[in-house]
């Protein structure tokens, strides 16, 4: 499922069109949370395990899908990868601010990996409730559902400033053998 601003849409199905595996565009919705929920009632009845994932992290290695596949095969309701924060973090409150502990910290990534019913729920729940939150673990953590930690990937990181797409243009080509 692969989910698509209203106005994009023919753009995204163009750009599918060859791809090797079976894929449906939805639309999303003004915020990620509607968005992620289309996605998720458009899932085929009788899935089990859903995986949500953000196109801004393209170099997620397999293992690390892996692993967040296994613990909910596992009996995890919702799994997270993450990996420890290596900067010092500061927390701002007010005029001052406190250093937070950072081996107590962790980085979250994605896919996100999830029982269906489970985060349907909950995502159903937020909604009611008004909650907006940045992750889907996040959402049935409001619902009363443990979140299982599996480890992440420096490779997974998220492209969303100009350095982050430098390093992902040096990442890819490293992988292709061809600069730019």
Do not use: W, Y
């Not at 009632?41 to 170099?59: K, M, Q, S, W």
């Not at 919702?78 to 107590?104: C, F, K, M, N």
């Not at 619902?143 to 430098?166: C, N, Q, S, W, Y």
């Amino acid at each position: 499922m692969v989910v698509v601003p209203a106005l994009r849409r023919t753009d995204f199905e163009r750009a599918l069109a060859a791809a090797p595996l079976p894929h449906r565009t939805v639309v999303g919705g003004a915020e990620r949370q509607q968005s992620v929920l289309a996605g998720l009632e458009a899932v085929a009845a009788g899935t089990r395990i859903v995986l949500v994932h953000d196109a801004a992290r393209p170099f997620v290695p397999a293992p690390v899908v892996q692993r967040v596949i296994d613990a909910v095969r596992a009996g995890a309701d919702a799994v997270i990868p993450v990996l420890p924060v290596v900067d010092t973090v500061r927390q701002v409150t007010g005029e001052t601010s406190v250093v937070l502990e950072r081996t107590s910290l962790r980085a979250v990534q994605t896919p996100q990996g999830f029982n269906l019913d489970v985060l349907l729920a909950s995502h159903h729940a937020a909604l009611a409730a008004g909650l907006a939150a940045t992750d889907d673990a996040r959402v049935c953590e409001f619902a009363g559902h443990p979140v299982t930690l599996v480890e992440g990937h420096r490779e997974a990181f998220k492209v969303t400033e100009p350095i982050d797409l430098a390093l992902a243009e040096a990442l890819a080509a490293s992988r292709t053998g061809v600069s730019r």
